[in-house]
């Protein structure tokens, strides 16, 4: 089982920021997709963004698009959620993963993170 260590939630107000990291095994980290998904309480997990290690293309949620950015740092094995404009809607726990396709999906996930909660204040 290999771990994925998350960090940065937190709470923030409305309009604030945070950046969430997530650090991989190193021979995970680059051959995989990274990504990151959230659940809401009462919600089912979505997709939030994610980044291939192939050019590093991206791919985002319509609810995200504009205000989070996915990013990777390969001398660190570690993919960041930089977050832009929070709103409570944001409010979720976050979930770090990774799989072997080109894109991310809950079905094609091979390992989970252990989840950080972001909150976001009204």
């Known amino acids: 089982q290999a771990q994925l260590d998350e960090s940065g939630g937190g709470l923030v107000q409305a309009g604030g920021s945070l950046r969430l990291s997530c650090a991989a095994p190193?021979?995970?980290?680059?051959?995989?997709?990274m990504g990151w998904f959230r659940q809401a309480p009462g919600k089912e997990r979505e997709f939030v963004a994610s980044?291939?290690?192939?050019?590093?293309?991206?791919s985002y949620s319509d609810s995200v698009k504009g205000r989070f950015t996915i990013f990777r740092d390969n001398t660190k094995n570690t993919v960041y959620l930089q977050m832009n404009s929070l709103n409570p809607e944001d409010t979720a726990v976050y979930y770090c993963a990774t799989g072997r396709l080109g894109y991310l999906s809950i079905a094609s996930v091979s390992y989970w993170g252990q989840g950080t909660q972001v909150t976001v204040a009204a």
């Open positions: 980044i291939r290690w192939i050019r590093d293309s991206t």
């Open positions: 190193g021979n995970i980290f680059s051959t995989s997709t």
